[in-house]
């Protein structure tokens, strides 16, 4: 039974010859050592290799899925070591940027240095530094960009220590509550800007607890995050009436110097449906 084993293994193994995408794009995420140790089980468990395409191109996502789950993808170093990260997309800039930080936040990354952010014609690149005893993990990131509706199409392992990312973020939008009229919304204090959506009100009071010292900062942005309009206010509101721009989708709430002057919640009530 084991020699029928290993005679179909070999078997298997000789039929995955040619150097294709899918192969190539294995040897990308696996050591020579590693893909030349086990071959014919890399063969085995690509079969059908037809499954792990989508149309004309490799289906990176799963085929990380697959080499990790038979265990030949390694993603940790013996101590922590600096790795770098690039993300490419044909998509607005800052969005994006704001996509991929809130993703690399909620997956457990808060500390990260921007090594190069360039854009051409059709692509932007945002990479980054860290430092971590692991390189971060392909489908964790995948799951949490899909939360925003963006999508990775293409991953490249140029090195031990350095990964590309392509994503496309075409449908894609922030994971920031959404204010619908009729529904009030509590914002809880946060040393963070609070970001909200809304794309379907048509004005807004923000009502601020006695305990709060703040000095109203709000920008509101477009649905690829340019910038419309900033309101800032120097002295301190209990409540603020806003009229929301009309080409508006976001809103970050801030305070003009610092927010640990909110100290107890912002209530957002939205009047008025567009």
Not at 93 to 115: A, E
Not at 144 to 161: F, G, M, T, V
């Given at each position: 039974?084991?020699?029928?084993?290993?005679?179909?293994?070999?078997?298997?193994?000789?039929?995955?010859?040619?150097?294709?995408?899918?192969?190539?794009?294995?040897?990308?995420?696996?050591?020579?050592?590693?893909?030349?140790?086990?071959?014919?089980?890399?063969?085995?468990?690509?079969?059908?290799?037809?499954?792990?395409?989508?149309?004309?191109?490799?289906?990176?996502?799963?085929?990380?899925?697959?080499?990790?789950?038979?265990?030949l993808l390694k993603l940790f170093f013996k101590k922590p070591q600096e790795f770098q990260l690039n993300f490419k997309t044909s998509g607005?800039?800052?969005?994006?940027?704001?996509?991929?930080?809130?993703?690399?936040?909620?997956?457990?990354?808060?500390?990260?240095?921007?090594?190069?952010?360039?854009?051409?014609?059709?692509?932007?690149?945002?990479?980054?530094?860290?430092?971590?005893?692991?390189?971060?993990?392909?489908?964790?990131?995948?799951?949490?960009?899909?939360?925003?509706?963006?999508?990775?199409?293409?991953?490249?392992?140029?090195?031990?220590?350095?990964?590309?990312?392509?994503?496309?973020?075409?449908?894609?939008?922030?994971?920031?509550?959404?204010?619908?009229?009729?529904?009030?919304?509590?914002?809880?204090?946060?040393?963070?800007?609070?970001?909200?959506?809304?794309?379907?009100?048509?004005?807004?009071?923000?009502?601020?607890?006695?305990?709060?010292?703040?000095?109203?900062?709000?920008?509101?942005?477009?649905?690829s995050l340019h910038l419309l309009k900033i309101i800032k206010r120097d002295r301190i509101y209990r409540n603020i009436l806003l009229n929301?721009?009309?080409?508006?989708?976001?809103?970050?709430?801030?305070?003009?110097?610092?927010?640990?002057?909110?100290?107890?919640?912002?209530?957002?009530?939205?009047?008025?449906?567009?």
């Amino acid at each position: 039974m084991v020699k029928r084993l290993f005679v179909v293994l070999l078997l298997v193994g000789s039929l995955f010859g040619a150097d294709d995408a899918l192969d190539a794009k294995i040897k990308s995420f696996v050591s020579p050592q590693s893909y030349a140790e086990n071959r014919s089980f890399i063969a085995l468990i690509f079969e059908p290799r037809s499954a792990f395409y989508k149309g004309d191109r490799v289906d990176a996502i799963k085929v990380v899925e697959k080499l990790k789950e038979n265990g030949l993808l390694k993603l940790f170093f013996k101590k922590p070591q600096e790795f770098q990260l690039n993300f490419k997309t044909s998509g607005a800039p800052l969005f994006f940027v704001k996509i991929m930080s809130d993703t690399l936040q909620n997956i457990g990354y808060y500390r990260y240095v921007t090594t190069a952010a360039t854009l051409d014609a059709s692509e932007f690149t945002w990479s980054i530094n860290l430092t971590s005893e692991y390189v971060t993990d392909p489908l964790a990131l995948q799951n949490q960009l899909r939360k925003s509706s963006a999508e990775i199409i293409d991953i490249k392992r140029n090195s031990e220590h350095e990964w590309t990312y392509i994503v496309d973020i075409s449908t894609a939008k922030l994971q920031v509550p959404e204010v619908l009229n009729g529904e009030d919304l509590a914002l809880k204090r946060s040393l963070y800007a609070h970001w909200i959506n809304v794309a379907k009100i048509r004005r807004l009071v923000i009502k601020s607890s006695r305990r709060n010292r703040w000095y109203p900062y709000i920008a509101y942005y477009d649905s690829s995050l340019h910038l419309l309009k900033i309101i800032k206010r120097d002295r301190i509101y209990r409540n603020i009436l806003l009229n929301i721009p009309k080409n508006a989708v976001y809103m970050k709430i801030s305070d003009l110097y610092t927010l640990k002057n909110v100290r107890d919640q912002l209530l957002l009530i939205p009047q008025g449906e567009r």
